[in-house]
């Protein structure tokens, strides 16, 4: 029997999307999480990217809620566009005023030695 890669199927055929299939579960896991993070009336500030940066390091999915105040100023999605450019991840899901992003971990590239 041969081997199925990644992006195939086993009638040989390419998968449609595999991001799309990658993304739903990361929708459903999101939709189960509480908010890590919250955006209060000082906005999206340098503090509240590095704690989402140590946030994503760690469980690579945060929900994030703003509180109206913030929504006031700004759209929930502008915001949202630009919390995830300062962080370099994704956009997974965006309900009401939390929105979910995801980035994935990075490999470092060490690699164990063997003696």
Not at 59 to 70: E, G, I, P, W
Not at 86 to 113: E, H, M
Request: charged share 30%.
């Amino acid at each position: 029997m041969s081997q199925v890669r990644n992006d195939q199927t086993l009638s040989n055929e390419p998968r449609k999307n595999p991001k799309k299939k990658r993304f739903h579960r990361l929708k459903r896991r999101s939709s189960n999480l509480k908010p890590k993070i919250w955006i209060g009336k000082t906005g999206v500030t340098d503090a509240l990217i590095e704690q989402l940066n140590k946030q994503l390091k760690s469980d690579k999915l945060v929900k994030v809620k703003t509180q109206k105040v913030a929504i006031a100023n700004k759209d929930l999605l502008e915001i949202t566009k630009i919390v995830a450019a300062a962080t370099q991840s994704s956009i997974v899901d965006v309900r009401g005023s939390t929105f979910t992003l995801y980035k994935p971990k990075t490999s470092t590239g060490n690699t164990k030695s063997t003696k």
